[in-house]
């Protein structure tokens, strides 16, 4: 296709993704460089018939609202943000390093700051619920596979079901019924008899929750796809494998696991993007006191009743994209690989 | 070897059928359960004491006369408005999906057919920009769009989600051109088509089933979005998901949890339909993506 006309098709599509893609991350950039105006403040001299005159204190509302207008970004603040206390933390970290007694003590005291607590829990999810989850999904395709045809549809329709809902309202659905008065949270209690557990309560355990709710919604995508896959394992194959004497457990691992990589390296780039950017089940299991995420830092530091911490978001949304290159540079490397091995010839 | 392995094993079956019955509950349990429970009041919905009141449903006997309720829907709707936040989510998914298509098609068209190298990295750069967390986008939004005095209405959500939607869409729909032979459209611009023409009479109207399936998921895409309209949008145009989430701050601690089990309910009715109808065309989407991508 000429130059010109690719330009006239791409256009719109491309223009979209600038406008509301690419010129975002620059506003991000800039907006991480610059912090929000603190209150301005006055002296005013207060004074009571019989305890005399006090300086005091105020914050001067129109002043701080009048500077805000004029300037929205802030004032510039270099990498100030990016330092903080509440994201990369270099000073605190330092200081942990310095004084703590043992290397277990200043992991614990590195996990208090918010940064790394959001971190550590997105990364264990990440990596914990996308290998499960595409194991479990494995597991129901070959079961799915083995039994009658008749079946086949409505269990593919119902497994279907945990993928397609709204990640917000799943996470309700299941969270209403793990609370400790809904039926699995009762049932939890009537199993470890003990009346007072719950599992908001505790870190593990929310953290645990957490994680098979993210199997649960992961596992029907990687059960849909693997169950394609298996249908078009190639027969003769797995015939001359059993004329060569290989049991089932040797055909699944040397003829249909193979068979299945591919698909398996597709699934698990899919999933490592959508794990990655877990916000809802934080929300909808009202989990954040025990797991925080990136993203439901960002979400939070936008929430902030009390004025929305514009740079403080801008900051943890750049350093979570660049964690999200580093999470795909092997897939991009090999895609090129690929590409150009492709040019070559 | 122990056993001749071209009979059928009836044990392994049997295990199979098995899990595959436990993986069903897992599955479908929580929305039948969730379902039936928001017929119910809040006694028997969460009932500490017995969990066989959810089924019998003392509580609501003797709340309401009957063992099924309406309460809960009636509150969510009609009281706190829930129909208009169903009305705000049916224009903007159907507006994201029409749009989403129509940029779509056209971009991906124009991938598919390009040979050049920028073509490659074009794709290369929408990948990334599948991967960003969409939270992270929003937070380069709102300074801007406020100051532009665009944000909280419903055309500036519909076309973030447009955009956010492209990449995925583009992805797909490249795809599927790719399965269209070439010589279709350049054997329409011998016989005299433009480039524009031989697009949208040849090759569109063999696309159909892709542009469908595409669509799906684009709906889906919309629908199922919380991190942009709940930012973006102001109270009165809040669609259906962004709305559910304001119920929990808000009516939770007035008690009427009930609400905010209807309303959950309420949506999911929508994506329950769209799997019943468009089975088919899920399945084949997300195999599709997987064989080809």
């Known amino acids: 296709m000429p130059h010109k006309a690719f ?260 699934v698990s780039l899919v999933q490592l993007m959508d794990n990655f950017r877990v916000l809802e089940p934080i929300i909808g299991f009202n989990a954040q006191a025990r797991a925080t995420s990136l993203s439901f830092s960002i979400y939070n530091d936008l929430q902030a009743e009390n004025g929305q911490l514009f740079a403080s978001a801008a900051a943890t949304s750049l350093l979570t994209i660049l964690f999200v290159i580093v999470l795909l540079f092997p897939v991009l490397i090999r895609t090129w690989r690929d590409f150009s091995r492709k040019g070559a010839h | 070897m122990s056993s001749t392995p071209s009979r059928p094993n009836h044990t392994l079956t049997i295990i199979a059928t098995l899990f595959v019955l436990v993986w069903l509950v897992v599955a479908g349990f929580p929305f039948l359960w969730t379902t039936w429970g928001s017929f119910k009041v809040e006694a028997d919905f ?64 124009a991938l598919a057919r390009s040979g050049y190298r920028y073509a490659f990295w074009i794709l290369i750069i929408a990948l990334v920009f599948r991967a960003m967390p969409h939270i992270t986008l929003v937070s380069g939004y709102l300074v801007p769009f406020f100051e532009l005095n665009i944000w909280g209405t419903l055309p500036t959500a519909i076309i973030v989600l447009v955009a956010i939607n492209q990449p995925f869409t583009l992805w797909m729909l490249h795809s599927f051109f790719l399965s269209i032979p070439k010589d279709l459209d350049e054997s329409a611009m011998v016989d005299g088509c433009t480039r524009f023409q031989a697009f949208r009479e040849v090759i569109v109207p063999v696309m159909w089933p892709g542009i469908i399936t595409t669509g799906l998921f684009s709906f889906l895409l919309a629908y199922n979005d919380f991190a942009v309209t709940a930012m973006l949008l102001r109270q009165e145009n809040q669609t259906m998901i962004p709305k559910i989430a304001s119920f929990l701050g808000s009516i939770e601690s007035e008690g009427n949890v009930m609400f905010a089990v209807s309303s959950v309910v309420s949506a999911t009715v929508p994506l329950f339909l769209l799997v019943m109808f468009f089975q088919r065309q899920i399945v084949g989407g997300l195999t599709a993506g997987a064989v080809k991508g």
Not at chain 1, 74 to 99: K, P, V
Not at chain 1, 223 to 245: C, H, K, N, R, W
């Open chain 2, 46 to 109: 969460f009932s500490r004491a017995d969990w066989t009141n959810a089924l019998s449903g003392v509580n609501t006997i003797r709340q309401t006369g009957g063992a099924f309720t309406l309460d809960g829907y009636e509150g969510a709707w009609i009281q706190n408005e829930f129909w208009r936040a169903g009305l705000n989510t049916a224009m903007v998914t159907v507006v994201v999906t029409l749009l989403s298509l129509v940029l779509g098609t056209l971009g991906g068209y």
């Open chain 1, 7 to 266: 330009a006239w098709f791409i256009l719109p599509s491309a223009l979209a993704m600038l406008l509301f893609i690419a010129l975002p991350l620059v506003s991000i950039v800039i907006q991480s460089l610059y912090v929000e105006h603190p209150q301005v403040l006055e002296q005013v001299e207060s004074c009571s018939p019989f305890g005399g005159c006090t300086m005091e204190t105020r914050v001067d509302a129109q002043a701080t609202a009048a500077l805000r207008e004029a300037e929205p970004l802030g004032r510039f603040n270099g990498l100030g943000t990016y330092l903080n206390r509440s994201h990369l933390a270099t000073g605190e970290i330092a200081e942990i390093l310095r004084s703590s007694d043992g290397f277990a003590d200043s992991l614990r005291q590195i996990y208090q700051l918010p940064f790394y607590r959001a971190l550590l829990f997105t990364l264990c999810y990440t990596f914990l619920v996308t290998p499960l989850g595409m194991l479990m999904g494995f597991w129901i395709a070959l079961a799915v596979n083995r039994i009658p045809a008749m079946l086949k549809g409505p269990v593919i329709f119902v497994s279907l079901l945990p993928m397609i809902i709204t990640p917000l309202i799943g996470s309700l659905v299941i969270y209403w019924m793990v609370n400790s008065r809904g039926i699995l949270g009762s049932l939890l209690q009537w199993v470890t008899q003990d009346p007072t557990l719950s599992i908001a309560a505790s870190g593990p355990l929310t953290w645990a929750m957490l994680f098979l709710y993210g199997i649960w919604i992961a596992a029907p995508f990687s059960f849909v796809v693997f169950y394609a896959g298996l249908q078009t394992v190639p027969q003769d194959t797995l015939e001359s494998a059993m004329i060569d004497g290989a049991n089932r457990w040797e055909r699944v691992r040397f003829v249909i696991i193979p068979h299945l990589v591919p698909l398996a390296t597709f």
